[in-house]
């Protein structure tokens, strides 16, 4: 159950199989408590995605987009530390590009005030 200090962000890598970064503008502060990702296409081979707060990791948010049932699959993360963000800050999405196949990864981020 959430409560009213929840919110919720989104945003996609477009291809999760081509090492490349995005990021997602964050309206308010607060720590981030859960990732979720959900991928589009059927990939081969394992991308690891990340996640980066001014250019720091955060702990435990980190992601294996495995090949298995690729295709719609969701996967989740609870981050557990450096997860705070700054009103007017960025979250960095990062994947190794290590998987083939071409196939958007769309990205939610849970945050609580």
């Known amino acids: 159950m959430r409560t009213l200090n929840d919110y919720f962000i989104t945003s996609a890598i477009p291809d999760v ?5 995005t990021f997602v503008c964050v309206p308010d502060g607060g720590r981030i408590i859960k ?4 991928n589009k296409a059927t990939t081969t081979g394992t991308a690891a995605i990340s996640f980066e707060i001014g250019g720091v990791a955060v702990t435990g948010g ?7 049932g690729s ?4 996967a989740t993360a609870e ?5 705070r963000v700054e009103e007017d800050g960025t979250i ?5 590009g290590g ?6 990864l769309e990205i939610t981020f849970i945050i609580r005030r």
Request: net charge positive.
């Open 35 to 38: 990732i979720i990702t959900h």
């Open 92 to 96: 960095e999405c990062i994947t190794n």
């Open 99 to 104: 998987s083939s196949t071409a196939s958007k």
């Open 79 to 83: 981050p557990t530390a450096l997860n």
């Open 17 to 21: 199989s081509t090492a490349s970064s």
């Open 62 to 68: 980190g992601i294996s987009h495995t090949a298995s």
């Open 71 to 74: 295709a719609g699959r969701v």
